[in-house]
């Protein structure tokens, strides 16, 4: 992982200058038990399908991920030099925890796995990346999905 100290002096201040945006928050709901559950991942990966436009800089949409994707057939987007992919590369859950998920619902911890996931660039401006999420709400729905997996990148 790259170290803010190592990055050049432009990098550095960039990053620090960035602002730090608060969102509002609604408490946590109630819902069914974890073994009834239909879940899903949101990923802030960069992950696409091999087929996919890849994700350019600052880019606020997404990708969809069938859940019966191979391993073999996604790909990362990031493509900075201060991005380790090395845990990527060796285990796709390291990003996207999908072989986890299904051992869950095949142990009967969780009801069932999504059929389809989603990856966004996790180097956009989370503000950008509102109107995006709130697109995913139906989509989520119509998947049957009650509750999601976030692996922020």
């Known amino acids: 992982m790259a170290r803010l100290s190592d990055t050049s002096a432009r ?38 399908k091999r087929d996919d436009r890849p994700f350019v ?14 391993h073999n057939e996604i790909l990362m987007g990031h493509v900075s030099t201060n991005f380790d992919r090395s845990g990527f590369q060796q285990d796709l859950n390291v990003v996207f925890p999908i072989d ?9 911890r969780i009801g069932s796995v999504a059929d389809f996931h989603y990856s966004f660039m996790g180097a956009t401006d989370p503000a ?6 709130e697109h995913l709400a139906p989509l989520l729905q119509s998947d049957r999905v009650d509750a999601v997996i976030l692996a922020p990148v």
């Open 11 to 48: 990098l550095r201040e960039r990053l620090e200058s960035l602002e730090c945006h608060a969102f509002e928050t609604e408490p946590m709901v109630g819902g069914p038990p974890l073994k009834q559950r239909r879940i899903a991942i949101i990923s802030t990966a960069g992950l696409l």
């Open 57 to 70: 800089l600052g880019e606020a949409g997404y990708r969809l991920l069938p859940g019966d994707l191979n």
């Open 100 to 108: 986890r998920l299904r051992e869950l619902a095949a142990d009967g």
């Open 128 to 133: 950008q990346m509102a109107p995006m999420v």
